[in-house]
């Protein structure tokens, strides 16, 4: 997941940058512009782009399958359920935690696959 946010950050500037270039502040006063090479733009497409909707995609499936779907929100509640029946309040209260944090992921991984989209029409299917 942490590779994910750090991909997903660095897809971000990217389409925040506009035609390939970011702009970071580092003294307000004077802005640091960073250009992309057309080799680099290239590989962002090739390859990082479509790593972050495929991996984005299949988190957000997970997330968002039912209680069969091991990893997923909902299993998580089954499988607190199951321990709340069977006396271990903690355990059934962690994992119901664990739920809701996954839960609470699907904005985010939704966001990053529609930067990636946002990417690929705007640098990508234009070259």
Not at 21 to 45: G, H, K, M
Not at 74 to 79: A, D, F, G, V
Not at 98 to 123: I, M, P
Request: hydrophobic share 35%.
């Amino acid at each position: 997941m942490h590779k994910l946010l750090t991909t997903t950050a660095l897809a971000v500037g990217l389409v925040l940058a506009g035609a390939a270039t970011a702009t970071a502040q580092t003294d307000p006063s004077e802005p640091v512009t960073i250009t992309l090479s057309p080799e680099q733009v290239q590989n962002l497409c090739e390859k990082r782009v479509p790593r972050i909707e495929k991996r984005a995609g299949r988190l957000l499936e997970r997330i968002n399958g039912g209680a069969e779907v091991r990893g997923s929100a909902e299993w998580l509640r089954t499988r607190a359920a199951t321990e709340r029946e069977a006396g271990r309040e903690t355990s059934a209260q962690l994992l119901e935690e664990r739920a809701d944090r996954r839960a609470g992921r699907v904005d985010d991984l939704t966001k990053a696959k529609q930067w990636a989209a946002d990417f690929r029409t705007a640098h990508c299917e234009s070259k």
